[in-house]
């Protein structure tokens, strides 16, 4: 294989000539030869972002030559173009502060940018001018969460509440029994039911949008400690305004930086929405599992679309598939979090040194979810349909209706109906005439769930 040297402050190593990374790449790679979970593309997209917003502030306040600092913005630009796996290999298992892959960035600018020009551009002094790892990173990670959240976690939540607000008004007049502790309860709707779940994404959807505000903020400027050392004054807040330009969407620079680099709270608050987004996402996946079991032995008032076989041995079996790789992900979630939490209280004097595994798994997280509920959504959610024979026939036989005579007999009364009802294997008007608390005409008139249900509209 064809080798070119590179050189660093260690001395000299040997690099595929078909890569564009330098020396400090090559010892990173040789030295975390661990798993093989590598620095996700989406904080490889956000450092070029990042050091294309620096060059041009750079520019604007002498701390780069216009010529440098266009063909590094140049470089980048091309860069952004490629495949982003190809020069930027590095795993997650590296220096807890990022710094190789803020080099890997660095070199790979650096060696793309000295193709247009005869003067050299060095990795540190130019494409790292007025930066540091310390900073850079969790800038980095920010720009990528945000990043995540609103191209990918938004827009299917809102299709699928969507989607829900549709199933809302095609069953809003279907009355369906309800039920606690999964045992029987008082009427509702189908509409009633569905809408718990739309009104769940809606809650999550808004406190994800909230805890983002804070994940805005960008530590850009602090450079090594927080101090801002070689940095201008104002770098942080133009390079913040800067990226809103780049990126269209709202970036603001900390008021202090020593708390941004040693402190990833923001996206500890950040995880725990996408947490609460996990749990009640697990919660609409089992409901409708669970309405949907059978078909002949389960509850079966909902029917899922068939997508495919269920067994390799039983014959014409269909499975929730959608509704278990969703909750498969919502469990992932939930371990993330736990990974985001830990890993975020080592901010270990003016340092954090565990940033590559928090965005590492912040952005799993934001991943798995959009995936899997687009998934959920398109085979499952879309093609929903009710089973209304079952539904009906469950709502006959509840004996919960009895709860409508409660104003009317009181409680203990009506308790004996229900109770006699279950031991005897009869209807609730049948338990109800043989008590004598009750005439028929009177039950009828006072028993009919239609009328046990919030009226609505949609």
Same mark, same amino acid.
């Given at each position: 294989?064809?080798?070119?040297?590179?050189s660093d402050t260690l001395g000299k190593m040997f690099i595929d000539h078909s890569k564009l990374w330098g020396a400090q790449t090559q010892r990173s790679l040789?030295?975390?030869?661990?798993?093989?979970?590598?620095?996700?593309?989406?904080?490889? $997209?956000?450092? &070029?972002?990042?050091?294309?917003? *620096?060059?041009?502030v750079n520019k604007q306040q002498g701390q780069l030559t216009e010529k440098k600092a266009n063909v590094i913005v140049q470089a980048i630009e091309e860069l952004l173009k490629s495949d982003l796996t190809e020069h930027f290999p590095l795993v997650v298992w590296q220096t807890g502060s990022g710094t190789q892959t803020n080099m890997n960035v660095n070199e790979v600018v650096a060696t793309s940018a000295n193709e247009y020009i005869s003067e050299p551009i060095h990795p540190n002094d130019d494409v790292n001018c007025s930066q540091s790892s310390n900073d850079t990173f969790p800038t980095a990670m920010h720009l990528a969460a945000v990043?995540?959240?609103?191209?990918?976690?938004?827009?299917?939540?809102?299709?699928?509440?969507?989607? *829900?607000?549709?199933?809302?008004s095609e069953f809003r007049d279907v009355v369906k029994i309800g039920r606690t502790h999964l045992q029987d309860a008082t009427p509702l709707t189908v509409a009633d039911e569905i809408s718990a779940w739309r009104h769940m994404l809606l809650t999550s959807?808004?406190?994800?949008?909230?805890?983002?505000?804070?994940?805005?903020?960008? #530590?850009?400027?602090?450079?090594?400690?927080?101090?801002?050392?070689?940095?201008?004054?104002?770098?942080?807040?133009?390079?913040?305004?800067q990226l809103e330009q780049q990126l269209n969407t709202s970036f603001h620079s900390s008021e202090n930086f020593f708390h941004g680099l040693t402190s990833h709270d923001a996206l500890v608050g950040l995880h725990g929405q996408l947490k609460g987004l996990a749990a009640n996402v697990f919660k609409i996946a089992n409901d409708i599992r669970f309405l949907a079991s059978g078909p002949r032995s389960g509850i079966g008032e909902y029917q899922l679309p068939i997508n495919e076989p269920g067994s390799s041995i039983m014959p014409g079996k269909v499975n929730p598939t959608q509704?278990?790789?969703?909750?498969?992900? *919502?469990?992932?979630?939930?371990?993330?979090? #736990? #990974?985001?939490? $830990?890993?975020?209280?080592?901010?270990h004097l003016q340092l954090n040194v565990f940033?590559?595994?928090?965005?590492?798994?912040? &952005?799993?997280?934001?991943? &798995?979810?959009?995936?899997?509920?687009?998934s959920f959504h398109d085979r499952c959610l879309i093609g929903l349909t009710i089973n209304e024979k079952k539904i009906t026939e469950h709502l006959q036989q509840s004996l919960m209706l009895v709860t409508a005579l409660n104003p009317h007999i009181g409680y203990e009364k009506a308790a004996k109906i229900a109770k006699l009802a279950f031991e005897e294997n009869l209807t609730l008007k049948e338990a109800a005439i043989?008590?004598?608390?009750?005439?028929?005409?009177?039950?009828d008139l006072l028993v009919r769930p239609e009328n046990m249900i919030k009226k609505r509209s949609i």
């Open positions: 294989m064809d080798k070119r040297v590179e040789e030295n975390f030869p661990i798993g093989t979970e590598v620095m996700p593309q989406e904080v490889i $997209f956000s450092f &070029l972002q990042l050091k294309k917003a *620096c060059a041009i990043i995540a959240v609103e191209s990918r976690l938004i827009d299917v939540l809102d299709r699928i509440i969507t989607t *829900c607000e549709q199933k809302e959807k808004k406190f994800i949008i909230e805890s983002l505000n804070h994940v805005r903020i960008l #530590t850009i400027g602090g450079t090594a400690v927080g101090t801002g050392l070689n940095a201008p004054d104002g770098f942080g807040k133009d390079v913040a305004s509704a278990e790789a969703l909750t498969m992900v *919502c469990a992932q979630v939930m371990g993330n979090d #736990t #990974t985001v939490g $830990f890993a975020a209280s080592q901010g940033k590559p595994v928090i965005i590492y798994n912040v &952005l799993q997280s934001i991943r &798995l979810l959009s995936d899997g509920l687009a043989k008590t004598g608390f009750i005439p028929a005409d009177q039950f």
